[in-house]
């Protein structure tokens, strides 16, 4: 992990859940993309190619299913 960020993951944790609030409050979706995808082993958190290209196709296959 970043040395700026180091010492603070379990601060990052918590921001799935905050947003989740806000978006259950409003009814909007929401993913947590630390279900589907690893951060990048170089700084724990940025995300590699790959990792960002399956990231896309779930959010693509969610907006699609959303019908809008």
């Given at each position: 992990m970043s040395m700026s960020f180091a010492g603070n993951e379990s601060e990052s944790l918590k921001l799935y859940e905050?947003?989740?609030?806000?978006?259950?409050?409003?009814?909007?979706?929401?993913?947590?993309?630390?279900?589907?995808?690893?951060v990048s082993e170089i700084d724990g958190l940025h995300l590699e190619p790959g990792e960002q290209l399956k990231l896309g196709k779930i959010i693509s296959e969610k907006v699609l299913s959303m019908n809008i």
């Open positions: 905050n947003y989740k609030k806000v978006c259950d409050l409003f009814a909007i979706p929401i993913i947590n993309s630390a279900d589907y995808v690893k």
